[in-house]
């Protein structure tokens, strides 16, 4: 695999180092917040993903670039009230109306906020397979789980420097991969998105450095298959938001 970039390797480095030992024992709560975005708490303990990532990882992961996002997505909307009012989905997808003055601060750390949310609210699983319906929509539209395991990953893996790759599901109900640079998210096209994987290096780079391709691979055995299958009935019936 190609070498990747070294953004954010020293500052995510320098944290490790001066942070205390991360909590594992419970579901770590999220920071206060100080506008109407809200960090939700995570559900399971820093250590519940070390199948694939690292406790640490999550603690700096989740405190301070998922936070960051958040305090920053607040103080752009400070005086934009109205805007601070709507839903982040709504918000996102609507960005074109968004005041060019907070329009860069909105995309990057609104997406930010989205895509954390969902990915925090996908792990904290086991792996394996998905049953049901969603078993069946990812036959319908890759053949078989394998096939979309390796296609998702292919996807993950290629992304160039820093990104995501998403499973969105189209207003017709079909799945489908795509990938989006930086803290972009489909929502921004209208999409909705079922689940995704952060490739940022800060994601993996303490335990895998530039094997990014084994922290793909490892991913799997973290997700929780049933709060995926709750977020595809939900895409289904137009109550997912983020």
Known sequence: MRLLPRRGLLAAAALAAALPAPRAAR???????AGPHVQAPLPYAYGANEA?????????????????????????LRNHGQLAEQPLDRLLMNLSQVPEAV?????????????????????????????????A????????FASFRSRFNAA????????WAFVTVTTAGRL????????????????????????????????????????TAGWWNVLDWQRIAARHAAAQDGTLGV
């Open 27 to 33: 579901a770590q709560a999220a920071p206060a917040s």
């Open 52 to 76: 694939a990532i690292d406790a640490r990882t999550m603690e700096l992961h989740y405190r301070f670039h998922h936070g960051g996002q958040v305090a920053n997505l607040n103080a752009a």
């Open 103 to 135: 329009r860069s601060a909105v995309r990057n750390n609104g997406g930010g906020h989205a895509n954390h949310t969902m990915f925090w609210a996908i792990m904290g699983g086991q792996g394996g397979e998905p049953s049901g319906p969603l078993a």
């Open 137 to 144: 929509a990812i036959a319908r539209d890759f053949g078989d």
């Open 156 to 163: 993950a893996n290629g992304v160039f420097g820093s990104g």
């Open 176 to 215: 489908a991969i795509a990938t989006r640079p930086n803290q972009d998210t489909p929502l921004f096209d209208g999409q909705r998105v079922l689940m995704g994987n952060d490739v940022w290096e800060h994601a993996y780079y303490l335990r895998y450095q530039n094997r990014r391709a084994d922290y």
